[in-house]
């Protein structure tokens, strides 16, 4: 039922956890294991590896029908929206699940992403099943799902609160999804344009979610599907890559998404949001650094701009004006 997308980079410390808790899980719901590895160098290739040729002690399940873990071995980091994109349309099956390697799943997190599937696919156009992402020691909420301000922000409903908060604890819909995991309905993803691979890293899920809610799909939080994140296991080495990200993302998003009405009715507020981003990158950029990464995020975004002009289909207003 399920194709498993697993995207890595140099994360080798964490893929054992990830891969155990998907294989001590209900096997016999997951017919493939796809790891996308984006040039790793810490011998995260050699790890895989060992899973492909021998049954790992993890693996409990004695229906599962998981044959062998596929390695898509790219030879250098195409980024996180790229990654996804060749492992998405490697999968075989319709009902993909996306995971970062720093992820463990709870052992009942397949089979409850079943029946939210079994009731509401054929009810309700669902592109993506998300569940309750909590800390890696279970004791307080990361996300039930994003929200979204159409200033141009998105942010994981409930983090921070306490695991055993009497909130989100009923199935709804939602804006969209966070794609630390997630199950994607493969033919919706193909049908938005999957992840845009400018995107490269951070945002190219909200990217995608307004594209999903501009088609008319939606996203459904199903809080049984529990799974718990480390959290910020890559990019926590990689300095002020994240603000980077964020900061010329953003504008990726707006330029893209938002027609002229919103632009000239709210530019205030949105541009005074991409104020905040540029302050999170200057706070997270040495001093000495300051001109060369602004110089670089910018002037991307400038080379991009034909682009990205070329790319817009703005999403309707009433869909923006209901998310705010």
């Known amino acids: 039922m399920f194709s498993v997308v697993i995207l890595n980079y140099n994360g080798q410390e964490f893929l054992s956890g990830c891969l155990g808790s998907i294989l001590a899980a209900d096997g016999s719901l997951v017919t493939e294991i796809i790891v996308v590895d984006n040039g790793s160098s810490d011998g995260s290739v050699k790890t895989i590896r ?23 071995e790219n030879r250098r980091n195409l980024g996180f929206a790229k990654a996804a994109n060749q492992g998405i349309l490697a999968a075989k099956e319709d009902f993909v699940v996306l995971i970062n390697n720093d992820l463990r799943l709870d052992k009942q997190w397949f089979l409850e992403a079943k029946k939210a599937i079994e009731k509401w696919h054929k009810k309700e156009p669902v592109a993506a099943y998300f569940g309750k992402v909590l800390n890696w ?16 922000k998105s942010l994981n409903r409930g983090n921070g609160l306490s695991a055993k908060t009497d909130r989100y604890q009923k199935e709804e819909f939602v804006f969209g999804p966070s794609a630390s995991v997630v199950v994607y309905y493969q033919p919706a993803l193909v049908q938005a344009g999957l992840f845009d691979e400018d995107f490269f890293a951070y945002e190219e899920d909200v990217d995608l979610n307004l594209r999903l809610n501009n088609a008319g799909w939606k996203t459904l939080y199903s809080p049984k599907m529990i799974a718990y994140h480390l959290g910020g296991g890559t990019s926590r080495k990689m300095g002020n890559f994240r603000q980077r990200m964020d900061t010329k993302n953003w504008w990726f998003i707006i330029i893209k998404n938002y027609p002229v009405s919103i632009l000239v009715k709210y530019g205030l507020s949105i ?54």
């Not at 060992?50 to 898509?72: A, D, V």
């Not at 020691?137 to 159409?150: H, K, R």
């Not at 541009?271 to 997270?284: D, V, Y």
Request: without cysteine.
């Open 137 to 152: 020691q279970g004791t307080e909420i990361e996300s039930t799902g994003l929200v979204y301000w159409l200033k141009g």
């Open 50 to 72: 060992k899973f492909q040729i021998s049954k790992p002690k993890f693996q409990t399940s004695s229906k599962s029908q998981i044959s062998k873990i596929k390695l898509i």
């Open 271 to 324: 541009f005074i949001e991409r104020l905040r981003n540029l302050s999170g990158l200057i706070k997270a950029t040495a001093w000495y650094r300051i001109p060369a990464t602004l110089l670089a995020t910018y002037g991307e975004l400038l080379l991009k701009l034909p682009k990205l002009l070329k790319k817009r289909k703005p999403v309707r207003e009433n869909i923006l004006l209901a998310l705010k």
